[in-house]
């Protein structure tokens, strides 16, 4: 798993250090939504906060962020500022979960990391046809040509 931002992994390197993360996710994304609503109905060891992505609440709170591309890639923001985007996102949202922690390690591990990944693009390979614009909340110049509706 990669990590932009931080020296610490919290799919494997990280544990304890994280004291919560904050979730930009795409608002207008049913199987954003679905993620949003499972991972929030799970035990948390690492406590999640889900603000929509590009939102003017994720702006407020994170002014030096690309809000572009949280629109585009899943983001997670630790307490400490640290970010993961993608595929590194998931495995935090996941590793965050009680229960779930061990799974994380190791689908970020050398050997798991590819189907991880080949997992995430397939689940985001149907999001242009579900997605639904009317319910993001940010601003549409954030959006429309600048997403590939290719989530990761």
């Known amino acids: 798993m990669t990590s932009r931002g931080a020296d610490t992994d919290p799919a494997g390197h990280g544990a304890g250090r ?4 904050t979730v930009l996710f795409d608002e207008g994304c049913p199987i954003c939504r679905t993620a949003r609503r499972w991972l929030a109905s799970r035990a948390q060891l690492v406590p999640l906060t889900f603000v929509p992505a590009g939102s003017a609440e ?23 500022g ?11 949202c996941l590793w965050a979960l009680d229960g ?8 970020s591990s050398p050997r798991l990391l590819p ?9 985001s390979a149907v999001r242009e046809q ?14 429309g040509d600048q997403c590939d509706d290719r989530c990761r």
């Open 18 to 21: 994280v004291g919560s993360f």
């Open 58 to 80: 994720a702006r407020e709170r994170f002014p030096g962020l690309d809000h572009a591309a949280s629109l585009r890639d899943l983001t997670v923001v630790a307490d400490d």
């Open 82 to 92: 640290a970010y993961y985007v993608g595929d590194a996102a998931w495995l935090a």
């Open 100 to 107: 779930y922690r061990a799974t994380a390690e190791r689908f």
């Open 115 to 123: 189907a991880a990944r080949r997992f995430i693009a397939a689940a």
């Open 130 to 143: 579900t997605r639904s614009p009317g319910l993001i909340q940010a601003d549409p110049a954030d959006y």
